[in-house]
């Protein structure tokens, strides 16, 4: 397998599935994800409740790489994610990129760029605009 092909392989099983036990052996012990959260490395352990919080929010996701490059252990890709709400089944769709370095078959280190407030604009769980209003000053308060 390519490195790109253990990437899609991750989100066809991991993300698009759902299959957690799939975790391991794609993601190698030591490794870990920078963009994720905000305040550090996403683990193996951490994609366990990551995954499924994120689902919980959709329904039939679909990915597509839209472009990649491979050199080495390193592979890039930009990503465009589908799915449905939950809510109300509007569409959702996200893009983003990450560059992994694959070592031994399985991710060693990830750097993710997805811009995750379309998504939440889209999910209903954030207002239109939102990153506009926020720009102008305005504060999004929970009611």
């Known amino acids: 397998m390519t490195n790109l092909d253990i ?16 975790i391991d052996s794609f993601f190698a012990p030591s490794g870990g994800a920078e963009g994720i959260m905000a305040d550090g490395q996403v683990s ?3 994609f366990r409740a990551f995954v499924p919080a994120m689902r919980a929010h959709v329904r039939d996701p679909s990915f597509g790489i839209v472009r ?8 890039w890709a930009q990503l465009v994610v589908r799915a449905t709400t939950t809510r109300g089944l509007d569409p959702i769709t996200v893009t983003g990129q990450v560059a992994c370095r694959i070592v031994g078959g399985r991710i060693a ?18 207002p239109r605009d939102a990153f506009l209003l ?5 504060r999004l308060t929970t009611a």
């Open 7 to 22: 990437l899609s392989e991750w989100y066809r099983r991991v993300w698009i599935e759902g299959d957690l036990s799939a």
């Open 44 to 46: 193996a352990e951490d």
């Open 68 to 75: 990649s490059i491979e050199c080495g252990e390193w592979v």
């Open 109 to 126: 280190e990830a750097y993710n760029a997805f811009d995750f407030i379309p998504f939440f604009e889209q999910a209903g769980l954030l």
């Open 134 to 138: 926020l720009l102008s000053g305005e």
